[in-house]
């Protein structure tokens, strides 16, 4: 944790705004923080970059944007001309630690939005995104970016790495009975399903819509690298090695992921005691909402909150949670939005207020 | 145009926040409504109506919500305990009336989203929406609650008629045409494409989800309310008489709103022309946005932007123009809310800025 | 299993076309029964009846088969009127056995496709469906219909109970595992989506379009009336008490289900040979393809194909095998033919020719 | 019109089938094609081929046809091999008349898929395809592959110029109008709204899943190649010079055209005369329904119908149609399929008459 963090804040908080800029501004995840850092109230989004489309205008490309924020591409070395107190990273795994190895951590903050920072040790990535990591110093000073799970951590670090959309899903699903030593940390099957935004922005045979329309299927079996996110995290909560079944699924919708987890109790327990492990652990979260009724992707489209459900199933002594977010929210952009605001001392909701898009 | 609004107004902007109300509350406008002054930095919602559903929170029958806004639905009745600057009535068509007579408009003004004032004339209503009408003196007193046809009306009205969402997009997308005495205005051809939340929140046979999906149709031909509408208010602002060829069709989605229009002009004409007519007549316009390609319909999803594209075809000597809007947004709770801010004096953006949800 | 079968299959054999007769025919299993033996080369529609409906045309209340299938709807009594040699009951569960009560095996065969003749007891029965079994004695001469299992006990049945659709799929996703003796039969977890058709063609709330559109939830979980016809048929097989966790999910499209499950061996496996297990299980069934990557609904869909991949993850040690079907084919008219197919003594695949329908 | 045709036929209705072959067997029109070809009793599907995927079989690319269809892709050279009736192209435009001036009209007919031979001028070609035509001495020789405007001129072609999907949904909305001289032939607007297969099979930014879901937009206005197909045929049984403001629209579907036509009446005419323009014109037509109330695109969904609806707008005088087909087959493989039945002097229907699969 960098200790330059305090004192760089208070400074910033003497000026009216502070500064951010997103790196790798065209894809999804780009456009949905510029979607968001648009319409903060304390932040300035000083600098959006792309190495291929640097020039153009990012309406251009996202014609949503159009007379509302119609600022030019520049190139990733122009970071450097902005006195940032923040960077997003939105570049593709892999490429991300470049950017941070070249830059340090002195001059601005970073949210990395890749898996590059996410899991605990340079052995595990290589292992999992087949290729070193050039800069695994920095693994260690990273905080993995969930409130729910690390806020004090979050605040005070110089380098966040943000959840992956799937590992978002699956923990807050979870954490509760894991860290509450309630499941067989062994036991956990993680049945996920994703839209289509998950798969980025890049036109791929799958993702061509006569492909996808009225279809669906499970993907990634085995051997998909949110595994190791997700048992990294949970791990470090859970009191005895855990490992998960995780197994994603592709929705034909654009955005949303619905994660169905099953395991074991360790204990006797009950329905109730299920249920009130959920609301007591969650009860001050403001974007975790624990309700009555299994949630729905559409009840949290286009805004921050997870919707959680936990039951017990007497016959056959299986606890189930589910868990509905938006994928490039609370699963990307929004949570990368949340962690900025810890980061930087603000109320944490702050830009993330709006509700949800149903109907 | 009553004379008390801005007396009132005046004294209102001395508190805190303006109070509104929404009757109707558990329909897909209402809920809009509900979602759009939330956020509203200067409105307080005091109280949202339901006759079927009073005592049960909105939350409830719309889990979007939860957490967020709670509130209780009540009784109609009780609009008369709140000291209300203003109230949208979001009830179906041949209800609000009866409403607006009771009420009147002494205590608040009014936004009616329904068809109930959007017409010049009782006979006119009689005729197409086969109901007396019940209190015919207000039809003269309420404005069409268009800010891009009638902004200075409706900041003086106290009962603006919220315009029809095909009507939105059809006169947004022709209004430059026919004032500008371009078109001949015998000749317009409306061919409209919604999503399927236009047709209301009560499930019907063709809004069975197997039955929509993968489908796609047209209804209401020759016959559609919306029809005298367009005339009636393009009317307003043509030379000659107007007549409109209006198709309505339902797309296999849930929000939204295309109409792609057809006309003749009636003097030498260009593409430039035509589309230099569009920008110099949207050039103020915060929310009509004038493009040099074909809108799409999630370039303004969630979001009161109304795209346009104009063009004219040499080879056949038509006009071609295309307009694409949120149903529930710009045609219908996004333009309420933008009526509300013209007549409570704020800046008529405001509470709108979201910008669309795309991907 | 009635004596009498295979005495009327001669007598009929000679005559050029077996008669039949759809019970309930304006249901979405109706519709799809009258669209397959439609085509059917030795078949003959002789009545379709509808209660509610009976003097339409079933193409005034279907019009995609207008002029091809225009057939009038009869009550339910007509169909002593013609010397049927087979019924296929398309009605709901707790109507069906009201019918088979009412005639009878003596004059016709029967294939009852609602739940009501698939649990081997009045008494499961009675706790899963809350209503008393009007006709028990039914019970015990009834074949479950799923040929890959049961094909010579349902050529010779009078009475034949169609799978259901979750069932169907999820059998055939476990057969080779529990038959075989490879897994714990206490180990079952099943993860189930289906499209909307499988609610029925009723409009409801939550099937209304604009709320399934996007969308993406859980239902029924630990208490859909599928975990009995499962536990019970696959327990059919297993030398131990098996015990299924059982989860449907409602996918946003009009056909398909895809089944996830995993399990636990109880001995020492491979990849190799769970993959065997299905390929020599399944070798010479026609309508059940395994294969060598994970399903997709869409490579099924219009067929009566049941497409199934299994693998084994050595990492965690369970497997976990998808299906994936036509819920209204193989899961309801299309295995309905198939198993009228074997009562006639047709070739089993008779009528089902047709490739799915993708893209 | 090739005068060996006849004699051939005689010669090959001696043997037991037809044999054809399809060249460019991966593309959409390619699969939909062998899923006809497949079934149809009187042909035998005797070489598929592909330039980039020869030596892999068709189900390898298309896993629904595992188990069904897995023949090998051959490449184009050993059409020779073979001793076939018939060839189907389903090239790209461009390509298609290379094959056509290569291989000539003596060894086997040609259905062309493509737009190479649908126009009828080498110069009105060049123009809109903006290449200049390779092989202009077989345009003439070319019959345009609509049955129900040219069933004889078929039968007896040797090369089968087969319509363009939004041709075909316009001509047959619009031919009982044209031919019989109602309409002005100047005021024909068409208004076009297709599903997304009709773009392809190659993965394009638009058609990325996130990119289409929930989206609707037009494209291609006053360009669109089908202009002059349209303007082409239409004109050859139009008293005058024809002309159609054509604009085509992307459906978020995956199959099915809806066209919705606007012209003007050059006579007195009501409603009844123009339904039975219809109702006499289509009355022997198997695949073309005349219904009394708009078309859906589900109720064609994977058949070769063609619904048509025909209305007269007193109030405006103007006349309305609309028509349904499925881009795939009564727009591209079902009628090339049906072309050929007309070709082997087959039933017309022979082959297509699976119902629509609806829902």
Redesign the interface.
């Known amino acids: 944790m960098a200790k330059g963090s305090t004192k760089r804040d208070v400074e910033r908080r003497k000026k009216s705004k502070f500064k951010v800029g997103v790196v790798g501004a065209t894809g999804?995840t780009g456009?949905e923080l510029?979607?968001l850092l648009?319409?903060h109230p304390d932040v300035s989004l000083e600098i959006i970059t792309s190495q291929s489309k640097a020039g153009k205008k990012i309406s251009e490309l996202?014609?949503?944007?159009?007379?509302?924020?119609d600022k030019e591409l520049e190139p990733m070395e122009n970071i450097k001309d902005h006195e940032l107190d923040l960077v997003f990273l939105a570049l593709p795994h892999r490429v991300s630690m470049d950017f941070v190895k070249d830059h340090g951590l002195d001059d601005f903050r970073i949210i990395d939005l890749s898996g590059d920072f996410r899991l605990d040790s340079a052995t595990l990535y290589e292992k999992w995104y087949e290729k070193e990591h050039v800069c695994p110093e920095y693994i260690e000073q990273s905080a993995y970016g969930m409130p729910e799970l690390n806020r004090d951590t979050i605040r005070n670090s110089d380098l966040v790495a943000n959840p992956g959309c799937y590992p978002t899903s699956t923990i807050l699903a979870l954490l509760p009975l894991v860290k509450g030593g309630i499941i067989d940390p062994k036991s956990v099957?993680v049945?996920s399903?994703s839209?289509?935004?998950g798969a980025g922005?890049?036109?791929?045979?799958f993702?061509?819509?006569?492909?996808?329309?009225?279809?669906?299927?499970?993907?990634g079996?085995?051997h998909h690298r949110h595994t190791p996110e997700i048992e990294t995290i949970l791990g470090t909560v859970s009191n005895d090695p855990l490992?998960?079944?995780f197994?994603p699924?592709l929705?034909?919708?654009?955005?949303?992921i619905?994660t169905?987890t099953?395991s074991q109790p360790i204990k006797a327990i009950n329905e109730e005691l299920v249920q009130d492990a959920f609301l007591n652990f969650y009860e001050k979260e403001?974007f975790v909402?624990v309700?009555d009724?299994?949630?729905?992707?559409?009840?949290?489209?286009?805004?921050n909150?997870c919707?959680v459900y936990a039951?017990y199933?007497e016959?056959?002594g299986?606890v189930?949670t589910?868990s509905?977010i938006d994928n490039?929210m609370k699963g990307a952009a929004g949570q990368a939005v949340q962690n900025m605001n810890l980061m930087f001392g603000l109320i944490e909701k702050k830009g993330l207020?709006?509700?949800?898009?149903?109907?």
């Open positions: 999804y456009v510029i979607r648009f319409l996202q014609p949503s944007l159009e007379g509302i924020f099957i049945d399903k839209g289509v935004t922005a890049s036109p791929k045979t993702t061509h819509f006569p492909n996808q329309f009225g279809n669906f299927f499970a993907y079996l085995k490992q998960v079944q197994t699924h929705l034909p919708i654009d955005r949303g619905l169905t099953y403001h909402r309700i009724q299994p949630p729905t992707i559409k009840n949290v489209r286009g805004s909150y919707d039951t199933d016959r056959t299986r189930i589910i509905a490039l207020e709006s509700p949800p898009l149903n109907p």
